[in-house]
């Protein structure tokens, strides 16, 4: 039997660095309290990856232009968690998931995500900006 994904909940914040740590803290909190996580290896690589992608679509997405708001929206079930990032950017093609770019000191973000999360997936959604899919599984 599949178990459906609801929608658990959603935040959105201006695009300013300094409320990304306080974003990702408010989203962990959140998750503590309504999903198995707290057992989970994947707490620490959850809030890496949230930081990273929020971070990203703060800055490169949407320019740091604070008019400009960073969505973030949270389903879970039993077994996994999910986070869609959504930014007003113009439409980019990310990086490839290249082991290499680990070893260089900037521009590795996105291949960092992609080791910690199960699935991550960016699409360009028309008349809104760039989103990033990040799906975990709870171990």
């Known amino acids: 039997m599949t178990t459906i994904k609801t929608l658990q909940s959603e935040y959105s914040i201006e695009s300013r660095r300094e409320l990304v740590p ?3 803290n408010d989203i962990m909190e959140y998750l503590k309290h309504n999903t ?3 057992g ?3 707490f620490f690589d959850i809030k890496v990856v949230l930081s990273e992608l929020i971070s990203n679509a703060v800055i490169h997405g949407n320019g740091e232009e604070p008019l400009k708001p960073v969505d973030i929206t949270v389903f879970h079930d039993d ?3 999910e986070f869609l990032i959504v930014d007003r950017g113009v439409e980019f093609t990310p990086a490839n998931k290249e082991e290499e770019k680990l070893l ?3 521009n590795r973000g996105i291949s960092i995500c992609h080791i910690l999360c199960k699935k991550l997936i960016y699409k360009f ?3 809104k900006g760039n989103s990033a899919r990040a ?3 709870l171990k």
């Open 22 to 24: 306080g974003v990702v």
């Open 36 to 38: 198995p996580i707290a």
């Open 40 to 42: 989970c290896d994947c």
């Open 79 to 81: 077994n996994s968690i």
């Open 104 to 106: 260089c000191e900037s």
């Open 125 to 127: 959604i028309e008349g």
């Open 135 to 137: 799906v975990f599984i």
